[in-house]
């Protein structure tokens, strides 16, 4: 549905994007991630064909962003990072100046204002000039304006910034609701955002594309090992010993505990079993099991870890 | 075209959502009127020559407040990225944007059609020089709004733009001036009477005050606006890469 090949963009010296590729087929729901300045709005911008690249091609729907923006442009609801709204308009002459730009008339604008106010909960601002309306009412508005048109894609640049945790649940969960009918790209640098959504997710840094995956298997790969706390009421140098002399753990490391626990974080290969073996290693000695999990790692660090690295691309697995 | 129409509805409502529009017209009629009316009592003769020759001064200020958010505004806002990602062409948007601060123009104008009223009522004024006289300002407003929508254009700030669109205005007025011209012909010789020809307003703008249609002076003001219409259209696709 959306294929971006080798593109480039540059502003003056500075490069904004770096060869980046990604594709999007239809009905999946990307999450777009990285840091601040990374490229991730450039690329946005690009797609929607509010830029143009400098290099590459960017189809939408198999039609070219540059050959025929336009048809491009119907196909896409957009969301910019900035609140594309008009501050002296109400909501609804707002969002019908918005239906009417993208051709909707009659009958057929009536039904999609009905059904967008519905969707996006703005029922009670409908009437209301939009330089009235709180920041989670103008984000919701400006969302709608995506919408209004029935898109088969919707790009979203940073749907929930800025909002409250109550605000950003309601936009997560319109951004879900919408998920089984249309293409997403949203992007955002709150990683907490992304896992609720989709498990697809792109990581840029620097202009280039570091991750592109599920995000289990980002973190598999950007981590390399499985990480497990254990923890025995044991004197600490004798259990950390023993854990040494234990087969299969690739790293040993004490941590802080409880008073009296031995904690200690160890790292295997994923797919190896040495829970049993921990916990066997604690009855043989005596030892009372405080505490035994596995603890994988969260988007956070599998994000840190690949934006550190960013300096090369790194391709983990295509889907 | 239906597009531009959409832009259009939209951007001529925005002038009248704020109280700035009828600050603008009041103040367009109150001074036009207030300069024209003094004379007009001294001479005590029954034409707008006044009226009209105050015009092409007195808009260099005044057009250019009205273009000056076109652009500037949006940019500035974000609705810009808004404008330029709806399936349609920039050309026709910046055409709707174009026309409705015409039509803002127009309605200030259409202010000032006492004037002419009560002339015919007082005496006998030449009917072909006041309908001259329109059709100049209506030629000349537009000139400048497509000078100052170029501007506007160019900058995010509405001040900066406010300023380039009244300096370029000021620029083709003064270069239309005998005295400038002959100044700069001065300096390099022909070049002032070469600008004067090509771009200066004055000598077109004064045949038409006096009532003489000409293809030449048409097609100048015409042209011209052309020229800075397409301007902005280049810089609005130019602006992507």
């Known amino acids: 549905m959306i294929e971006v090949r080798d593109v480039t963009k540059r502003f003056g010296a500075t490069v904004a994007l770096d060869g980046v590729s990604f594709r999007l087929d239809k009905g999946e729901i990307l999450g777009f991630l990285g840091p601040n300045g990374a490229g991730k709005s450039t690329a946005m911008k690009i797609v929607t064909t509010f830029l143009a690249p400098d290099g590459g091609t960017v189809s939408v729907d198999g039609i070219d962003v540059l050959r025929n923006p336009l048809e491009v442009r119907s196909r896409i609801g957009y969301l910019p990072e900035n609140h594309p709204l008009y501050v002296d308009m109400m909501v609804h002459e707002y969002l019908q100046f918005v239906g009417r730009a993208r051709g909707l008339a009659g009958d057929e604008l009536r039904r999609r204002l009905e059904w967008v106010v519905e969707a996006c909960g703005l029922g009670s601002v409908f009437r209301k000039p939009i330089n009235e309306l709180s920041k989670g009412f103008r984000q919701r508005t400006g969302l709608a304006q995506a919408l209004i048109h029935d898109p088969e894609v919707l790009i979203l640049d940073e749907p929930t910034s800025g909002l409250d945790p109550l605000q950003i649940i309601g936009i997560r969960e319109l951004i879900q609701g919408l998920a089984r009918s249309k293409t997403i790209i949203f992007s955002t640098h709150i990683l907490q955002e992304v896992s609720p959504v989709t498990d697809r997710v792109v990581i840029i840094n620097g202009g280039r594309i570091v991750a592109d995956g599920r995000i289990g298997e980002l973190e598999r790969a950007a981590m390399g090992r499985n990480r497990i706390f254990v923890a025995y009421r044991a004197p600490a140098a004798e259990a950390e010993a023993a854990l040494r002399g234990l087969g299969g753990l690739h790293e040993v490391r004490p941590v802080a505990g409880r008073d009296g626990a031995a904690r200690f974080e160890v790292r295997t290969d994923f797919g190896q079993d040495v829970l049993a073996p921990l916990g066997r290693l604690g009855q043989s000695r005596g030892w009372d099991l405080l505490e035994l999990q596995e603890s994988p790692f969260s988007l956070e660090d599998t994000f840190i870890a690949l934006t550190r690295q960013g300096a090369a691309p790194r391709e983990v697995s295509h889907v | ?241």
């Open chain 2, 1 to 241: 075209m239906s597009n531009a129409g959409v832009i259009f509805r939209r951007e001529f409502a925005a002038y009248f959502n704020s109280p700035i529009a009828y600050i603008f017209i009041i103040v367009f009629l109150v001074l036009n009127c207030g300069l024209f009316m003094t004379p007009f009592f001294l001479a005590q003769l029954a034409d707008m020559r006044d009226f009209f020759g105050n015009l092409p001064l007195f808009l260099i200020f005044f057009i250019p407040a009205v273009t000056m958010r076109l652009w500037a505004e949006d940019k500035r806002s974000g609705t810009f990225e808004l404008l330029m990602t709806l399936p349609m062409k920039s050309s026709e948007v910046m055409l709707g944007k174009y026309l409705a601060a015409m039509a803002f123009y127009v309605v200030a104008l259409l202010g000032t059609l006492p004037i002419p009223i009560m002339l015919a009522m007082l005496g006998n004024p030449d009917l072909g020089a006041v309908f001259g006289g329109y059709l100049g300002a209506l030629l000349l407003g537009g000139l400048y709004m497509a000078v100052g929508i170029f501007t506007s254009g160019l900058l995010r700030d509405q001040i900066s733009a406010f300023i380039l669109g009244m300096l370029a205005c000021f620029a083709l007025f003064l270069v239309g001036v005998p005295a400038v011209s002959a100044t700069i012909d001065g300096w390099v010789g022909g070049f002032g009477s070469f600008l004067q020809n090509a771009f200066g307003l004055m000598p077109h703008y004064q045949a038409l005050q006096r009532g003489v249609l000409e293809l030449g002076d048409l097609v100048y003001f015409l042209g011209l606006t052309a020229v800075f219409l397409v301007l902005n259209a280049v810089w609005l696709e130019g602006r992507k890469y």
